[in-house]
C-alpha cells in the first residue's frame, strides 16, 4: 500500500459500508399486493399510503448521503492512522449500518398511536451516530494527532465540537419522543435539513 | 488522497451505488412457490410468467449500466471538485437507488389492467434522473467550471443539452402513460436501447 | 484519472458487482420456521434438509469467485479502453448478476421430479456467461487490441478459445438436463472443479 | 495495475465482500408486525424480544469487523500473489459470507430449548474461519514467501499460530455447544471482545 495514504483501505471499506446501507434501504418499501389492488385507483391510493415509508426513506438516505460527506471531509484532515481510529470508523459504521432497522420501524409506526418507539429508537441511533463522531475525532486527535497540519487539527476540533452540539440535540429529541412523536421526527427531518444546508456551506469556505 | 484525482473517493462510493443497485434488482425476481408445482410442466408455464419480470429486470439493469458508463464517461471531463457538484451526485444516486421499487412495480403490473401508475412512476423516475444529470452538468460548468480543459466543458455542455432533450421526452412520456402505459412501457425500453448505441458512437469518436 | 490505468473505474464497479453478488447469495438461504421445529433433533433434520440449497451455493459462490480471478487476470492484460469492451464487461456482469435466481430454483427443485427446468436455467446461464467472456476476448483483440503487449494477445486468443470449448460444453448441459437434470447439476459441480484446478495450475506458470 | 501494489484489486474485493457481509446483516432483523401491536407498550415489549437477534447481529458484526481489520493488516505484510492465496483469500471470504445464516439462526434459537444445533453451527463457521486463516497464512509464508520483508515474516507466522489457537478454541466450543450452547455462544461473545482488545494493543506496538 501506498505510504502516502494510509487510510486509502479504510476509506474504500467505509466507502462500500455506506453505499450499500445507502441503497439497501429501498428493499424495505415493498410494493403493494396484487391480491388488494381491483382497480388502477385502488393502485394509486396503495402508492399513496407509502407516504410515511418514503418520508423515512428520504430522511436516513439524506442521513447516509452527508455522513459519507462529512466522513470524506474528515479523512482529508488525516493522513496517519491507529488502532482507535480504526476503531472509531468501525463504531461509526456500526449506527450506520443498523438504520434500515429504525427506518422500517418508522415507516410502520409513524403515523399510528404507537410512534413513541419507532421516533425515540430513530433519535437515539442518531445519539449513537453523534458519539461515534466524537470518538472518531477525539482518536484523531489524541494522543497523537493524525491530523496533516495545524489547520486540519483546527477544522477537526470544530467537528468535535459539532458532535457535541449534536449529542445534546438527538438525546433532547429522542428524551421528547416520548410524548411527541410525530413532532419529533419532523424536527429530525428539519435538523437534517440544516445540517445539509451547513455542511455546503462549510465546505465551499 | 492525491490531489491529482481529488474526486477518486467520489468516484468509488458512486461505484459502489450503481454496483449494488445493479446487484439488487435480481432479489425483487421470486422463483415459484414449490406448493404451486406439480408436473415439470407447471414449472416451465411458471417460468414463462415470470416474462414482465425478466423485461422489467432488463430494462433497468441497462439504464443503471448506461448511467454508469456516462458517469465514468463525465467524471473523466473533471479535475476539480465543489459542495454543489458532490450533492449533485447525491441526488444522482438517489434516482438510480430508488428503482428496484418502480421495477417491481412494473413486474407486477405490466401486463394487468392498472398498469398506468406502475409506468408513470418508472417514468417519472427517469425525468428526476435526467434532472439530476442537468443538474451535475450544472454544477460542473459554473461558477467555476470543474472542467479539465475547453475541450470537456464542450462535452459537459453537450451532456447538459442531452439531459434537457432527455427531461422533455421522459415527462412527455410519463404524461402520456396515464392513458397508454403498456406503450410507454415499451417505448422507454427503445429509447434506452437507442441511447445505448449512441453512447457506444459517441465515446468511440 | 491517472493515465497509467485506464480501466481503474471498471476494475473498480466489476469489483464491487462480483463482490455483492457473491455476498448476496447466502440470503435465499431461509433459516428454518420457529414453529415447525418441536424438539432439537427436528431442529438438526431442518438444517440437513437445506443440503440442496448449500450445494447450490456452493456451486454458485465457486462460479462467480472464479470468474472474478479470471476477470482479475484478464484486465491485467490489458492498457487500454474501447466502448465494445465496456459493454463487453456489462454483459458479463449480467450473468454473474442473474445468478441468484437460478441458484434459488436449483435449490428449490434439484431433489424433486421437476429438477430439468432449474438445471436447464442454470446451464443456459453458463452458457451466456461464456458467450460474454468470447465477447469480452473478441472486444480486446480487435479491430485495435488492447493488450499490453505480444504476450497478453497470446493468452487473450486462448482465453478466448477456453471461451468456445465452455460454450459447447454447457450448451450439451443445457440439453442434457431436459432429460437428466441431477446428473447434470453434479457434471457442472464437477466442471467448476476442474476450471478451479485449472485455474491455479495455469496462473501458477 | 501498479506494479508496487500486485494486491490492490483482491483487497478491492475483499473490501467489498466485508463491507456487504457487514451490511446484510441488519435485513435479519425484521421489524414487528404492525398486527400484533395494539398498544405503544406492545411495541416496546416487541422490541425488547429483539434482544437475541441484537446479540446476535453485534456478535457477527464485531466478528466481521475484526476479520476486516485483521485482513488489512495481513495484506500490509505481503507485496507478492500466487493462486493459492487468492484462493485462500477465497475460502476466508467464503467463511465470512455465509455469516448471516448462522447469524439468523441464532437470533432465533438461542434462547429456546433447541438452541444447540445454531450454536454449534455458529461456532463451526468460526472453525473454518479459523482454518481459511491459517491456509491464507501458510500461502503467504511458502513455498516462496510473498511478504515484504523479514519482520512481516515473522509477523505472519505470529498470525499463523494465533490461527491454531483459534482453531483448538473454536473447535472445544463446537462440540461443547452439544450439551451448552447458551454458555458457548456468551463464550464466543467474550472470545471476540479480547480478541478485539488483543488486535488494537498489539496493532499499537
Known amino acids: 500500500m501506498a505510504e502516502s495514504n494510509v487510510n486509502s483501505r479504510l476509506e474504500a471499506f467505509c466507502d462500500g459500508v455506506f453505499a450499500i446501507a445507502l441503497t439497501l434501504l429501498i428493499i424495505d418499501i415493498k410494493i403493494p399486493a396484487s391480491e388488494t389492488i381491483n382497480t388502477t385507483n385502488d393502485l394509486w391510493l396503495a402508492l399513496q399510503h407509502l407516504f410515511p415509508s418514503v418520508f423515512a426513506f428520504l430522511l436516513t438516505f439524506i442521513i447516509i448521503f452527508i455522513s459519507w460527506v462529512n466522513h470524506h471531509g474528515t479523512l482529508k484532515l488525516i493522513n496517519k492512522s491507529s488502532p482507535a481510529f480504526i476503531y472509531a470508523n468501525g463504531f461509526l459504521l456500526l449506527t450506520i449500518v443498523v438504520l434500515p432497522f429504525p427506518t422500517a420501524l418508522l415507516s410502520e409506526y409513524l403515523f399510528t398511536d404507537h410512534a413513541a418507539p419507532a421516533v425515540v429508537l430513530y433519535a437515539a441511533i442518531n445519539v449513537l451516530n453523534a458519539i461515534a463522531w466524537i470518538l472518531l475525532f477525539r482518536?484523531?486527535?489524541?494522543?497523537?494527532?493524525?491530523?496533516?497540519?495545524?489547520k486540519a487539527t483546527l477544522t477537526a476540533r470544530a467537528g468535535q465540537r459539532n458532535g457535541y452540539w449534536a449529542l445534546a440535540i438527538y438525546t433532547l429529541c429522542a428524551i421528547l419522543a416520548f410524548w411527541f412523536p410525530q413532532a419529533v421526527a419532523f424536527l429530525l427531518g428539519a435538523i437534517w435539513i440544516i445540517w445539509l444546508i451547513y455542511g455546503i456551506s462549510v465546505k465551499a469556505e
Open 139 to 150: 482518536a484523531a486527535l489524541k494522543p497523537n494527532p493524525l491530523t496533516k497540519n495545524e
